[in-house]
């Protein structure tokens, strides 16, 4: 069993409020749920409006469907959020 997982820190410059962070966060992890099968939520900064923190995990058996799945999701996150992200970190666990 391969375990990977994942930390994005996302900025919204043009974001004003809370409700609006949220309403754009959830469209984020609606798509990228149905798209992946992946575990994904907000884990940090959920009180600043233009900061937002999204944790990613997912379970497949082989380390390359794992490395398969990460860097899609790296490249769907480049092309579908609205905004800046600031940094990426992903880690990869063989059990």
């Known amino acids: 069993m391969v375990v990977g997982g ?9 974001v004003h409020s809370l409700k609006e962070k949220r309403r754009i ?3 984020i ?3 990228a749920r149905n798209s992946f ?3 994904i939520s907000e884990i940090d900064s959920t009180e600043q409006w ?3 923190v999204l944790g990613i995990t997912l379970v497949a058996g082989r380390k390359t469907q794992v490395e398969k799945i990460m860097d899609s999701i790296c490249r769907w996150m480049d092309n579908h959020v609205k905004g800046e ?3 990426c970190q992903l880690f990869l ?3």
């Open 25 to 27: 966060l959830k469209s």
């Open 29 to 31: 992890i609606d798509r």
């Open 93 to 95: 666990e063989i059990f």
């Open 37 to 39: 099968n992946i575990s």
């Open 50 to 52: 233009q900061k937002a």
């Open 85 to 87: 992200i600031l940094d």
């Open 6 to 14: 994942g930390q994005f820190v996302l900025y919204f410059p043009g």
